[in-house]
């Protein structure tokens, strides 16, 4: 890879990630200045996206996973836990998350926002799938029998 593709690599993915953070703030902000009380279904998505994300942890360290799409120097690919049947939990964590905050903030724009986010985390994934396959060799054998987002649907 080039400088110059590195670079670009960078700025697409720094981008993608502050599109990210900043739809999540938007959605923060509604479901914080509508919201008159929490609904259960809010609160169960809210419970699983932080049970989603604690397994996930404990499975793949801080220090390995990038928030960013590129992946880490010298990272490993974790294939147990949930990323046995999903490949981006962290993601599916956030967009149940996203969902929770959206059921928070009733209204057409908050699932407008979350429709938006989950396209942002589509776009992180396809790049991050593009160049782990590039990194690691048995890649693509992995995505042929795991999901991106959902187990045994998406």
Partial sequence: MT?????????????????????????FWRALARSVGV???????AGLSVLLAAWTLLHNR????????????????????PYRWIRHPMYSAVLLGAAA???????VLAWLLWAMLWGVLLSKA????????????????????????LPWLL
């Fill in 3 to 27: 400088a110059q593709q590195g670079r670009a690599r960078h700025w697409l993915g720094s981008a993608l990630v502050a599109a990210q953070f900043g739809l999540l703030a938007a959605l």
């Fill in 39 to 45: 609904s259960t279904l809010a609160l169960a998505l």
């Fill in 62 to 81: 801080l220090g390995n996973f990038n928030i960013h799409p590129q992946p880490r120097q010298n990272g490993r690919l974790i294939t147990t836990g």
């Fill in 101 to 107: 905050l959206a059921a928070a903030a009733p209204g």
């Fill in 126 to 149: 396809l790049l991050e799938e593009r160049w782990l396959a590039q990194i690691y060799p048995h890649y693509t054998h992995y995505c042929q029998r795991s999901k991106r987002f």
